[in-house]
Nanobody, 121 residues
Framework: QVRLVESGGGLVQPGGSLRLSCAASGSIFSINDMGWYRQAPGKERELVAI???????NYADSVKGRFTISRDAATNTVYLQMNSLKLEDTAVYYC???????????????WGQGTQVTVSS
């Protein structure tokens, strides 16, 4: 089993900052891509940011320059630093991790439970 535990969501005013964390644990041999997605009410889930095992990053245009994704390989944790938050950033944020559970196995994607981020004045 692979478990993803997210934390760091909450209520923040426009222009504020939040830092999300997602820690992967369980039966893990290797981790490849780690990413953050979000889903606002009435909208489809969308990619926010992704970081590869080689620490290359990619961001949605709507968050470039404001959000920073990073990872700690020692603890299998991915972070999302969100600055200059806007009303439209309000959503449930999910982490997504590509995991190899054992050598010779298949890569599979796992989702966190989601954490609510609300930007409101």
């Amino acid at each position: 089993q692979v478990r993803l535990v997210e934390s760091g969501g909450g209520l923040v005013q426009p222009g504020g900052s939040l830092r999300l964390s997602c820690a992967a644990s369980g039966s893990i041999f290797s981790i490849n891509d780690m990413g953050w997605y979000r889903q606002a009410p009435g909208k489809e889930r969308e990619l926010v940011a992704i970081i590869t095992s080689g620490t290359r990053t990619n961001y949605a245009d709507s968050v470039k320059g404001r959000f920073t994704i990073s990872r700690d390989a020692a603890t299998n944790t991915v972070y999302l630093q969100m600055n200059s938050l806007k009303l439209e950033d309000t959503a449930v944020y999910y982490c997504n991790v590509k995991v190899l559970r054992y050598y010779g196995g298949n890569w599979n994607y796992y989702w966190g439970q989601g954490t609510q981020v609300t930007v409101s004045s």
